[in-house]
């Protein structure tokens, strides 16, 4: 088991590359991409309504000693197009990542850039870091999250309601797996695919 950094790795991948939050730099551009309340009806976050607020939320996340947090930038134009939160956590003597939160802004959607930035993430969690399993959840009712999630490979552990705080009702959520073997043994295929 490795020790938790302080400061997120850099990780660069073909079209994107996660690193440090930099409120300064990241909260105005990162405010105008996530204006739409649509993208904040399946969070647990609140939306923030100034660009103040964007900056204070960035630094909250980038200041909280519990998480890991990235910006997600395009490599092509090096602009802010998402966030990736992990939260590493020691249960029962085992390094997990107890959860994962990404956003990505709706300008890149289906293009790839939210798959190669978890992959990254979860790649790094599981080699370099030492984790043993990735927890995840999402809505029932948001089948794009729930799709991605199983996409990546994660198993539906099972579903139970919780309070949607944006919905103020409560709802189905999905709770998932992702072990470490299982993670290896996909990029084992994928190595044999590609090669």
Not at 7 to 26: F, H, M, Q, W, Y
Not at 134 to 157: C, H, M, Q
Request: hydrophobic letters at 35%.
């Amino acid at each position: 088991m490795t020790a938790i950094p302080k400061k997120p790795p850099i990780l660069k991948g073909a079209i994107v590359t996660l690193r440090p939050l930099n409120s300064e730099k990241d909260a105005p551009a990162w405010h105008i991409e996530m204006r739409d309340p649509d993208l904040w009806r399946w969070t647990d976050d609140i939306q923030p309504k100034t660009e103040a607020d964007t900056k204070d939320q960035l630094e909250g996340w980038a200041g909280n000693p519990r998480l890991i947090a990235w910006a997600i930038t395009d490599n092509e134009t090096d602009r802010i197009i998402g966030t990736l939160r992990v939260e590493p956590r020691t249960d029962c003597g085992r390094l997990i990542l107890a959860d994962t939160t990404h956003q990505i802004a709706r300008s890149v959607w289906r293009k790839g850039h939210h798959r190669e930035a978890c992959q990254l993430a979860f790649d790094w969690a599981f080699k370099t870091l030492g984790v043993e399993e990735i927890r995840a959840k999402a809505w029932a009712p948001n089948d794009r999250s729930w799709r991605s999630v199983e996409s990546y490979g994660f198993e539906k552990l099972r579903e139970a309601h919780y309070m949607n705080a944006s919905a103020g009702v409560p709802m189905p959520m999905r709770l998932y797996l992702l072990t470490k073997k299982k993670w290896m043994e996909m990029k084992k295929g994928e190595g044999k695919a590609g090669g």
